[in-house]
């Protein structure tokens, strides 16, 4: 099947960054290094570079801890695919600006452990779905432990 179709690209991407945070306010700047062309033989799409940036505060109501950060996302170069005739081009407007809304909420359950939940919601997505990464509402829950 053809890429938009499918969840992901398969491939594993490079991400750094650097971040700075405040009694209330965090803010930070990434770079993400695209992974290997997709291993799909209908359009051998390359992703291109992004540049990453973000936002948020945080609070805390009694022992639950919350933030809500803006991250934007811009790719920095056109996916690349492969046409019927097995040329490799640019595939126009797949280096769009991406904003999304993050809003996070923790509940510690001891000095390591602590329940998660967090709710990703896109405010300025791409209208398409080329390479299969197109963002919808996101939800995760989960627990995590500190070392």
Do not use: C, M
């Not at 992901?8 to 700047?29: F, K, M």
């Amino acid at each position: 099947l053809p890429q938009r179709y499918q969840l992901g690209l398969g491939g594993v991407d490079a991400l750094l960054g650097a971040r700075w945070e405040g009694a209330a306010w965090e803010a930070g700047i990434g770079y993400q290094k695209a992974g290997r062309r997709s291993g799909n033989s209908v359009d051998e799409l390359k992703r291109g570079d992004d540049l990453l940036l973000h936002l948020g505060t945080r609070s805390q109501l009694g022992s639950l801890q919350s933030r809500l950060k803006v991250v934007t996302i811009q790719r920095l170069r056109e996916t690349e695919g492969r046409a019927a005739d097995g040329t490799r081009h640019p595939l126009a407007g797949t280096d769009r600006w991406q904003v999304n809304l993050i809003g996070e909420l923790s509940l510690p359950v001891s000095e390591r452990w602590s329940w998660g939940s967090r709710l990703a919601l896109p405010l300025l997505k791409r209208p398409d779905n080329t390479d299969g990464l197109k963002r919808a509402l996101t939800v995760e829950l989960g627990a995590s432990f500190r070392f």
